[in-house]
Nanobody, 125 residues
Framework: QVQLVESGGGLVQAGGSLRLSCVAS????????MGWFRQAPGEEREFVAA????????RYADSVKGRFTISRDNAKNTAYLQMNRLKPEDTAVYYC??????????????????WGQGTQVTVSS
């Protein structure tokens, strides 16, 4: 069974940056696409970004395009989310997840059952 552990969240002022990390275990990491999702208080979990197993394909939600960058290091079984020019509306718990491809991740239902503990990102105005 795949285990996903997110880290790197924190409190940052608007305009600042954070880098999130997601360490995966339990499967061949490079076989899986990896994705980031977030859930703000009172809102449904939403797709943020995804990257293919080899790293050649990336997808982003419109709300983060040009500000966030997803990447991965297959030697470290780790996916990253570099978040720049953060806005208060980026405040949420951020989660990572995996699947066979980036399109499947982008279409992931908010009610999907298997998530890690997430990492809190708070952006102050």
């Amino acid at each position: 069974q795949v285990q996903l552990v997110e880290s790197g969240g924190g409190l940052v002022q608007a305009g600042g940056s954070l880098r999130l990390s997601c360490v995966a275990s339990g499967r061949t990491f490079s076989s899986d696409a990896m994705g980031w999702f977030r859930q703000a208080p009172g809102e449904e979990r939403e797709f943020v970004a995804a990257i293919s197993g080899g790293g050649s394909v990336t997808r982003y939600a419109d709300s983060v395009k040009g500000r966030f960058t997803i990447s991965r290091d297959n030697a470290k079984n780790t996916a990253y989310l570099q978040m720049n020019r953060l806005k208060p509306e980026d405040t949420a718990v951020y989660y990572c997840n995996r699947d066979k491809d980036t399109l499947t991740l982008r279409a992931r239902s908010p009610t999907y059952a298997y998530w890690g503990q997430g990492t809190q990102v708070t952006v102050s105005s």
